[in-house]
């Protein structure tokens, strides 16, 4: 399974970016997909998933702001990102579990929040 993740940026407080992950190799409908972020000095850390079934959860600094989706046809998981501020800035990956257990990751997005 391949990931490639794109629409990062910089952006003002309370501006949107989408990110875009789209996957290959793998059968994507099939596996739960997950947006996990890492700002600097911190620790990687889950934002939101989406399982096979498209529920969805959100760690609880994102809820409101964030909507995770995704594309089964076009293969593309998507996280729309509203409300943004500084201390959403992070590079951003995106994560799938393929039908093995095996945890895939993407090389990442920079979403820098700033004015």
């Known amino acids: 399974v391949q990931l490639v993740e794109s629409g990062g940026g910089l952006v003002q407080p309370g501006g949107s970016l989408r990110l875009s992950c789209a996957s290959s190799g793998g059968v994507f409908a099939i596996n739960p997909m997950a947006w996990y972020r890492q700002a600097p000095g911190k620790q990687r850390e889950l934002v939101a998933r989406i399982d096979v079934s498209k529920a969805t959860n959100y760690t609880d600094s994102v809820k409101g702001r964030f909507t995770i989706s995704r594309d089964n046809a076009k293969e593309i998981l998507y996280l729309q990102m509203n409300s943004l501020k500084p201390e959403d800035t992070a590079v951003y990956y995106c994560?799938?579990?393929?039908?093995?257990?095996?945890?895939?990751w993407g090389q990442g997005t920079q979403v820098t929040v700033s004015s």
């Open positions: 994560n799938s579990r393929d039908i093995f257990g095996v945890y895939h």
